[in-house]
């Protein structure tokens, strides 16, 4: 009996580094890759909302600079969270990837890194506590950076 359970553990094994090679992820790790891609683009949809937050009067600074350091955290880190293979609808289903993030992935890194320059713009403007400069700042990253590929890369979904 021992060699025979010894080849399916062998076997099983064998599977799984098959399907990594042909980049079809297992069910499972497709949920959970939605799942942070979801959390994390909420995450980023709450920090910006700390900042406007701020710039209404409604919330401290303090709160505004540590949201514009984590966005500049969280856009650099949007790459890692498309892997191939995980096109489709995140887990509540308001909004899809579309396929053509892996199609011209190219053009999604530049959407990707616009937005990640224009968040490290706005760490600046926030970290100077001026309004004045916060308000271009923010309506620039939120307009071009995060609209800017979410206008191309994104499906909303209709129900
Ligand atoms: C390079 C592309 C890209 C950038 C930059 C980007 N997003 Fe997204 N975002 C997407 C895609 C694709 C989806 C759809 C997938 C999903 O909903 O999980 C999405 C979904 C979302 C959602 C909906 C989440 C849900 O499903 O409920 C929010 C909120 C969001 N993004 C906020 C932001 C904010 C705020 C920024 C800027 C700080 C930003 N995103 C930058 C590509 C991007």
Redesign the pocket.
Known sequence: MVPLTKSLVVGAALSIVLAAINGAAPAQDKETV?KN??AT??E??S??QNIKSYLDGKAELEKAKSSALN?TQ??KK?PEL?PPGTAG??P?G?????PE?WIDWNK?LD??K??AAK?DTLLVAVNSGDKTKIEPAFSD??KN??G???TT???KIEK
């Open positions: 939605l891609r979801q683009m909420k980023q949809g920090d910006l966005l969280t856009t949007i498309f609808r995140s509540d308001d909004y899809e990837a579309k993030i999604f959407a990707q616009t937005a968040a990253l939120g950076g995060c800017g590929c979410h890369f994104r499906e």
